[in-house]
């Protein structure tokens, strides 16, 4: 009786879905040409277009035969592009002809190839491809914009990169108590352009190293803007030897996060609520902030012993009841401060401040976006070099953002200074057209249903192909 009742049940259940629902039937052409990613027509110019990167590789590694190095590397930057950091992502491009002409290439190469070249040349690519990341900056004209004060700000804030269960190169224990490596970006202006970001060992303090990589990120910087900048970085740079090289600087302020290692809170406490600017805001909650200056002896670029001023803004908060309301039996005291050279007031310090926040967003979009979050050789300078495309790509794609979709322009959406990175992939490099080949000309055709994006498309391909 079971199976007799199933037997009538099931062809009642498929004929009803059958009055609803039509199915497809499924085509393999052989003559008509049609791309999901059409956007890689927009990276394709960026390369090509507003930087150098076909020379410089043919000067830096030159090669009498086989598929040149800068195909190889447009190739892997346009994978980037698509939210794609495998080397086996490149097959199915193989035979792409769309793939090949929108950037430029003689020949797309294999999975293999890739690989190898990546490998036997990572160190000279990674100059060049470092380079081209300031040169497209400088040639796209970027949008910087400023702070209240009017400085650009240049945020630095390393952040870690889980590629645990893994024997590659220099991977280790990180800050965040999982095997991995250090990055280390530094971010130019609200708009969070990318001018480099190291990769380094993951149990690599982020202070080691770091003066050399702040007097390359401030050379990169004074080649495109030449307004003030403001520095800001967390405690873990907290260092006598930053705020040194830092005020040797012209135009060059900073705000870096105190870390109040070894100080004693009730000493501190005693000091702050002697003075006469002290806050209720609410009760059982009393908050002092205020100014110190101290002198510090550090040597000079001769090697001679100096004394150094730095102002430290201090924000001392005492809490005897919780925000919940309950009484504590003993008063729980947060000390906080914040290394400067400007002269504003102590509010405005903090304020500043709390615009580094916005890394953590930068970080997610290349980690999560860009689908950066495990690397895919097993050599370390292979790897660097990976990151440093990362940082080429990412400048491109935020551009694009910046061009079509930040705008009423095109795809309605509600307002907003910048467009994650994930949101250009979607809107813009996935968006599939039809490739038309007449004469010797080639055309992209939109479908009618995707007006909003045809015009996003069409700004930004304006100004990448033509202005």
Not at 75 to 93: M, N, P, R, T, V
Not at 358 to 377: A, G, N, V, W
Request: hydrophobic share 40%; proline share 3%.
């Amino acid at each position: 009786m079971f199976f007799d009742n199933c037997a009538t049940v099931l062809p009642i259940k498929t004929h009803w879905m059958g009055e609803f629902m039509k199915r497809f039937i499924l085509e393999h052409s052989d003559e008509e040409f049609y791309t999901s990613t059409s956007g890689i027509a927009l990276v394709g110019h960026a390369l090509n277009r507003f930087t150098n990167l076909a020379s410089a590789i043919a000067k830096a590694v030159p090669l009498s035969h086989g598929i040149s190095h800068a195909d190889v590397i447009r190739s892997f930057c346009a994978l980037l592009a698509q939210g794609k950091s495998d080397y086996a992502a490149i097959e199915q491009h193989r035979e792409d002809d769309f793939f090949r002409e929108a950037l430029g290439l003689s020949q797309v190469p294999s999975e293999a190839t890739l690989r190898q070249r990546m490998d036997d040349h990572a160190a000279e690519f990674l100059r060049v491809v470092s380079w081209e990341t300031v040169e497209f900056l400088m040639k796209a004209e970027v949008p910087l914009t400023a702070l209240s004060t009017g400085h650009i700000a240049v945020d630095i804030d390393g952040f870690a990169m889980d590629n645990s269960g893994t024997k590659k190169g220099c991977v280790s224990r990180t800050y965040r108590n999982f095997d991995g490596y250090l990055a280390m970006p530094v971010y130019l202006a609200n708009e969070g352009w990318l001018i480099e970001c190291s990769l380094l060992p993951g149990s690599q303090h982020p202070q080691k190293a770091f003066i050399p990589l702040l007097q390359r990120a401030l050379a990169k910087i004074q080649q495109i803007c030449k307004e003030k900048i403001l520095v800001r970085t967390d405690s873990a740079h907290d260092a006598v030897a930053n705020r040194v090289e830092l005020s040797r600087h012209e135009d060059v302020d900073y705000i870096i996060k105190w870390n109040p290692r070894k100080q004693a809170p009730e000493a501190w406490k005693m000091l702050a609520f002697s003075k006469e600017k002290v806050e209720t805001p609410r009760p059982g909650k009393r908050v002092s902030l205020f100014s110190v200056v101290e002198r510090h002896s550090a040597t000079d670029e001769n090697g001679q012993e100096q004394e150094y001023s730095f102002r430290r803004v201090v924000r001392v908060t005492e809490r005897t009841i919780d925000k919940k309301g309950q009484q504590l039996l003993i008063p729980e005291t947060e000390l906080e401060g914040w290394w400067t050279s400007l002269s504003v007031k102590d509010e405005e310090v903090i304020a500043l401040y709390q615009g580094h926040g916005l890394c953590e967003q930068y970080h997610s979009e290349i980690k999560t976006d860009m689908d950066l979050e495990r690397f895919p050789s097993g050599k370390f300078a292979t790897n660097q070099l990976v990151m440093a495309c990362t940082a080429l790509v990412y400048n491109i794609l935020r551009f694009i953002g910046q061009l079509s979709l930040v705008t009423s322009r095109g795809i309605i959406r509600h307002p907003a200074k910048r467009r994650r990175i994930k949101t250009v992939i979607q809107e813009l490099i996935y968006c599939a057209a039809r490739l038309i080949a007449t004469g010797r000309r080639l055309k992209l055709r939109f479908s009618r249903h995707v007006q909003g994006h045809f015009e996003a498309f069409r700004h930004a391909y304006q100004r990448l192909a033509y202005g």
